[in-house]
């Protein structure tokens, strides 16, 4: 089994980060439209949640473990 190294990891945050500050816009311009698709925001705000989720568990994964 291949374990991902840090700057792996690293590079999937900055990657998720981005994505999930895209979505934070695009969710903002969908709000402020009459005629926005309520669905296509719920969709939108699940994965930003998803997404906030996959963020915490890397930045865990960083940190390293203290010895007992």
């Known amino acids: 089994m291949v374990f991902p190294n840090d700057a792996d990891?690293?590079?999937q945050l900055i990657d998720l980060r981005l994505e999930h500050r895209d979505l934070d816009a695009a969710?903002?311009?969908l709000q402020a439209d009459?005629?926005?698709d309520e669905l296509a925001v719920k969709r939108m705000k699940k994965r930003k949640l998803q997404l906030k989720d996959m963020i915490?568990?890397?930045e865990s994964a960083l940190i390293p473990d203290e010895p007992a």
């Open 9 to 11: 990891i690293s590079r």
């Open 27 to 29: 969710i903002v311009r």
């Open 34 to 36: 009459i005629e926005a």
């Open 56 to 58: 915490a568990r890397l």
